[in-house]
């Protein structure tokens, strides 16, 4: 099977132009095929001051309402999406942004109400693998916004990860897919104090160790548990680390289910 | 050969969600392989000034600086495309919406400075066929918005008129191509105050009889000339007339080489 790399990239690299460049240098540099997937930061909240539209927040989650969707639309849709795409295309990367409607790329239905109304968000349904495997073939990257659509004409706030972790499981029908999630730290650190402390590997056996040994706790355990769903569900490896760790020069920690 | 429709869409049917809906609702049914070109309106300048953002114009045109490219990549490459695209997916149609840079789909150089400049507007100088060629022939349908790229990492705002028209030219290679453009009359009249005095068939003689008895005058002359242009450049027919035309139950205004 044809290898493929997942990769998202998180507000911390969308908000600084210089660290969003250098990643994006790395990126068109990553061989074989390949699928950005973006969430947005902080820059909606900002441009809904900006344009004195209130943000709900209920619980420390933020509601979706419609105005709040139309400025995630114009912003992860319009300025950030097609923003990166021209510059990737700029570095040799033929790269194509994608919202969720886009070809009906990745459905999902409104997320039901129950304690709380999150307004306009989707929970994934679906992936249309004909359409990126067709892209992929092609020699196009797709670069996917946080946005989906329900079919029936309403677009979707979606978590970013999601997208990602969905992608790489859909596609794994058709590809060796790795999953690589970019954030802030180095990786996964056994000293939250110690960046050098990166935990290389995470079996099964060690993320049980390490829960156990409250290495591993609170907020990091839904996560790593969304990669190991992954991994059960055909995703070859996840990788969490620093942009950089795409250009394979820096540490970062591998998540597989394969013991060593 | 294959045949295709690129149809371009203006402000007067982008800004009247009713216009939009009913037009959408025929585009989605139109036979064969089909692109949607549109532009954007007067939302940009409605935004801008929502914004605080200046809008400079010389010589009443419009100077589009890095803020209000801002504006019209959140506008045109976001809002208003992604949720043309949602709705064509409610109504059975696989859209698929793109700017010039996503795909490489549509090259441009920045205008060249004489003795206005224009700021970030882009002169049309290549289409990716091979992409769109690649894209209807998987059944999906592009939706083009008005946003172009320079292949070095900038995108322009570039007019929606001349993205169809190069659009259509440039896959008359590949496809017998109709060039829709709608507008808020029924056609080319041959009485202005006289909705019902659309000129059915305009030949290149013709053109020629219509200016000499001046009832295609000013304006309206440029325009015609473009569509001269198109048919010289390979494209079958195009058409002038209300959005209703392309569910052929409106009288519009045909443009061919074809003398009678």
């Known amino acids: 099977m044809d290898k493929l790399s997942v990769v998202k990239i998180g507000g911390n690299v969308i908000e600084d ?15 074989g095929s390949k699928i950005l997937v973006h969430g947005g930061g902080k820059k909606a909240t900002a441009m809904a001051e900006k344009m004195d539209i209130p943000v709900q927040m209920v619980e420390g989650r933020r509601i979706t309402d419609a105005q709040n969707l139309d400025i995630i639309t114009m912003l992860y849709g319009g300025k950030i999406n097609k923003n990166i795409v021209a510059q990737l295309q700029n570095l040799g990367c033929n790269a194509l942004g994608l919202s969720g409607a886009d070809g009906n790329a990745i459905q999902a239905v409104k997320r039901p109400v129950k304690s ?31 946005i989906t659509h329900d079919q029936k004409g309403q677009l979707l706030n979606t978590n970013a ?14 590809f ?4 690589w999630y970019c954030f802030e730290k180095q ?23 390490l829960k156990t040994a409250q290495v591993i706790h609170s907020g990091m355990i839904p996560k790593i548990d969304n990669c190991f769903d992954a991994l059960a569900n055909g995703v070859n490896e996840v990788k969490i680390g620093a942009p950089k760790m795409i250009a394979g020069i820096s540490q970062h920690t591998t998540l597989t289910l394969k013991d060593e």
Chains 1, 2 share one sequence.
């Not at 110690?194 to 290389?200: K, L, M, Q």
Request: proline share 2%; hydrophobic share 40%.
């Open 176 to 179: 060796e897919v790795s999953l």
């Open 17 to 31: 132009s210089a660290a969003l460049q250098s990643f994006l240098t790395d990126f068109a540099q990553m061989q």
């Open 161 to 174: 990860d999601t997208i990602a972790a969905t992608l790489a499981q859909s596609l794994s029908q058709s």
């Open 187 to 209: 990786g996964v650190l056994e000293n939250i104090d110690d960046d050098g402390s990166v935990i290389e590997t995470i079996t099964p056996q060690k993320y049980k160790n």
């Open 116 to 146: 709380i109304d999150y307004g306009f968000v989707g929970d994934v349904v679906g992936v249309n693998n004909a359409l990126f495997q067709m892209l992929l073939k092609g020699g196009y990257t797709p670069v996917c916004c946080a």
